[in-house]
C-alpha cells in the first residue's frame, strides 16, 4: 500500500476490506467519487443500499466501470 496515512489506504466502504489500489476491482462513481469494491457482491450491497454518505441513492450520476481495464459501461 502507497504512503503511511490513513488516508493513503482504500477500503471496500462495505466490508472494510483493505484493497490493493494497482488490482481490476469492481468499482462505481457516483458524485464524482470513484468507489472500489472487493467483489461485485458487496458493489451489488452498496449499490442496493440506497443511502451514502453524501445522501440519497441517485441512480442517475452513477457511472460503472469495467474492472478489466477501467473502462466505462454505460
Not at 451514502?52 to 460503472?64: E, I, S
Request: with cysteine; net charge negative; charged share 30%.
Amino acid at each position: 500500500l502507497a504512503g503511511n496515512g490513513a488516508s493513503d489506504v482504500l477500503r471496500d466502504p462495505v466490508c472494510g476490506l483493505v484493497l490493493d489500489p494497482d488490482a481490476s476491482l469492481p468499482s462505481v462513481e457516483e458524485h464524482g467519487v470513484r468507489r472500489a469494491f472487493c467483489s461485485n457482491d458487496c458493489r451489488r450491497r452498496y449499490l442496493t443500499r440506497g443511502l451514502d454518505d453524501a445522501g440519497p441513492f441517485d441512480a442517475g450520476r452513477l457511472h460503472f466501470f469495467d474492472p478489466r481495464d477501467g473502462s466505462a459501461i454505460r
